[in-house]
């Protein structure tokens, strides 16, 4: 059965999964990248970015799995880019260049309405101006059979979680202590909320978390 | 030269270092045995209970080091005990028996003072009513060349953290989400207190994160 997924996930030491500050040279916020320092080195990474080589080992095998397979995704207005407020043109595109790294349809939250992109490859771009919930509908039916990523930012990864929708998160914890930034998990109460850690799976540059719900 | 370390901290995913409502019955606090349980089934946590076996590896190695060659020893009010406010009277003489793991000089943080107890083999409890400045003075002052151990909890940890007097920090995160407790790091930039993590080591039950200080 389809399942709702968080994957690949970068979290500090201190708890954070971006930095803060987002903007165009700063897609990740400041110090962000510290988080993907994992992910930047694997083969998976670098072919995704037409680039050849990369490392292959544990890091990679999770990368590549969060990856493939997906239905669909949802992302964050953030995720989507640096643009706040209104769309002022339809000129903003992603971060992703002309072929985003999707290939599925993918829903980005939004409080502000715009028609459908179609990118090369595969990813379409829907607009979701009524919420999370609204969201995942969507991306069920666009997904069949297959897994839903929710693939970021934190505040929607929360809002997700909160509302009890995720089946499965895996998160790849690195040795780096950011200061600042955007909590993953500060407030919440995950453990009421049925989550557990299933299994814990050190890699070459960050531990890889693989958190389950009970109920 | 006589450093100022923190070790062997449990730590859950989500950040906390103890969990709630300590009591008698919850030393740790509801649910934070559970940060414990890579140190709970070494050889040096059984064979400091008086048992025999116990396991070795990476965690017993982290285990045995945390627990030796110390100078003194500095601890928060609650991790000596649960009695609050006032003591009642002389009867409370920490969670160990009769003999106490440390060995050696140990400053409990307190806002009443308490005369000193000698304990056996070779923990004295001193009580210090002025603050972590002058339980690190007095600290200082009995260790000599060795190093001064701050034993916790989280809240005493924070304080010293802030106060920029930590030289290094070794904390054992472990794959579970504890919900709610007593938070390490939450509201504090230790990056900016000059904080970094200097190596990463998985280990039988936890992920080893050294935490060094640059300037």
């Known amino acids: 059965m ?22 165009l040279e700063n897609p990740l916020g400041v110090l962000g990248p510290e988080l993907m320092e994992w992910f930047f080195p694997t ?6 970015h ?11 095998g999770f990368a ?20 706040r407020g209104p769309w002022p043109d339809d000129e ?15 829903f980005v939250l939004t409080h502000h309405a715009r028609e459908p992109i179609e990118m090369k490859g595969g990813t379409t771009f829907h607009f979701v101006t009524d919420g999370i919930h609204s969201a995942l509908q969507q ?28 089946d499965e998160m895996h998160l790849a914890l690195r040795p ?20 557990q850690v299933g299994k814990m799976v050190p890699g070459e540059r960050a531990v890889h978390m693989f958190i389950t719900r009970i109920s």
């Open 50 to 60: 037409g680039g050849e080589g990369g490392e292959t080992g544990i890091d990679d």
């Open 139 to 166: 991306a069920r039916a666009a997904a069949g059979y297959k897994d839903i990523r929710i693939g970021g930012g934190a505040a929607t990864i929360r809002q997700f979680l909160e509302a009890g929708l995720i």
């Open 64 to 83: 590549a799995e969060s990856m493939s397979g997906k239905g669909a995704w949802i992302l964050g207005r953030n995720m989507f880019g640096p643009v």
């Open 176 to 195: 780096v202590i950011l200061g600042r930034g955007e909590p993953l998990f500060a407030g919440l109460d995950l453990r009421e909320l049925g989550y």
């Open 43 to 48: 083969k998976t990474f670098i072919e995704q």
């Open 2 to 23: 389809s399942k709702v997924v968080v994957q690949s996930i970068g979290l500090s030491l201190d708890g954070f999964a971006a930095g803060t500050d987002q903007s």
């Open 92 to 106: 903003w595109k992603g971060w992703w260049g002309g072929e985003p790294p999707y290939h599925v349809p993918t």
